[in-house]
């Protein structure tokens, strides 16, 4: 009788779970890979030992061939490095055309993206705002100006690599 491969590995139906590292901005690498193990993922791809193009959730799963029992699961988490806006206030200007950049004063910015000047071109009256003084091109704009920090998932057990922050679950 020729042995199974079950039996050839001691019996152990399935090998064990893939243990995972952040390693790089969005890439995970399999620190235990074996190239003669089969790697099932779902939500990365895998290149050798390394797993990129992540999604939160996403999973790796090793066995021996395709179709045999495969290990449990181990998980990628990531989330996006971004800007947190807390208190905003108003600032306005009135003048006449063309109308300048308005800008948020002390550190204050317009948006996630970090901008800090900007806005819509402003309201535009005959002269509405400003008391005759501009032939018809006069403009009122009000943006908000936001204070802000950086996520922060330590506490969380979550790495900052780059812009994402990663962590892994072994299974």
Known sequence: MIPTLAGLRGGVSSPSAPVLSYTSDNVFTITNYDAS???TVSGATLSGSFLI???NGATVRASYSAGSP???AS???V???ARVLTD???VTDTGCGPRGSLCCPGGRILDPAGNVCGGAPGSMAPDA?????CDGNCWQLTISCYNWYWTNYTANGYT???NTWGKAVNG
Do not use: D, E
């Not at 705002?129 to 003084?133: E, I, L, P, R």
């Open 129 to 133: 705002f400003c008391g005759g003084a």
């Open 37 to 39: 193990l089969t790697y």
């Open 88 to 90: 905003s206030v108003g």
């Open 160 to 162: 900052l690599i780059g």
């Open 70 to 72: 495969a290990s449990n």
């Open 79 to 81: 989330l996006a490095n």
């Open 53 to 55: 193009r992540v999604s």
């Open 75 to 77: 998980t990628m988490n």
